[in-house]
C-alpha cells in the first residue's frame, strides 16, 4: 500500500491545472481531477455520477473503497 501512497503522491504533485488522472475505485471508472488547486474525484457508470467530492486525497479514496466494499454503496458524502 505505500509503494502505491507514493506513486500516487509522486503523479498528483506534477499534475497541471485541468490534468486527469483516470483510476479504479471499486471497480468503477473514476476521475481525479486536478482545478485550481483542488484535487475532484468523480465516480462513474456509463453517463451516471455515482459519486462526486471535492478536496480529497489518497486517504479518502482508500476509505471510500473500504465503505463501498460494506455497503455496497458509495456515501451521500465523504468525511
Given at each position: 500500500m505505500e509503494a502505491i501512497r507514493e506513486e500516487f503522491e509522486r503523479v498528483r504533485?506534477?499534475?497541471a491545472n485541468g490534468d486527469t488522472?483516470?483510476?479504479l475505485v471499486a471497480g468503477y471508472e473514476a476521475e481525479f481531477i486536478?482545478?485550481?488547486e483542488?484535487?475532484?474525484l468523480k465516480i462513474r457508470r456509463e453517463q451516471e455520477v455515482l459519486f462526486y467530492h471535492g478536496?480529497?486525497?489518497f486517504e479518502k479514496i482508500?476509505?471510500?473503497e473500504e465503505y463501498?466494499?460494506?455497503n455496497n454503496c458509495f456515501p451521500d458524502c465523504l468525511t
Open positions: 504533485n506534477n499534475m488522472l483516470h483510476l486536478y482545478t485550481n483542488n484535487y475532484v478536496n480529497i486525497d482508500v476509505n471510500l463501498y466494499l460494506q
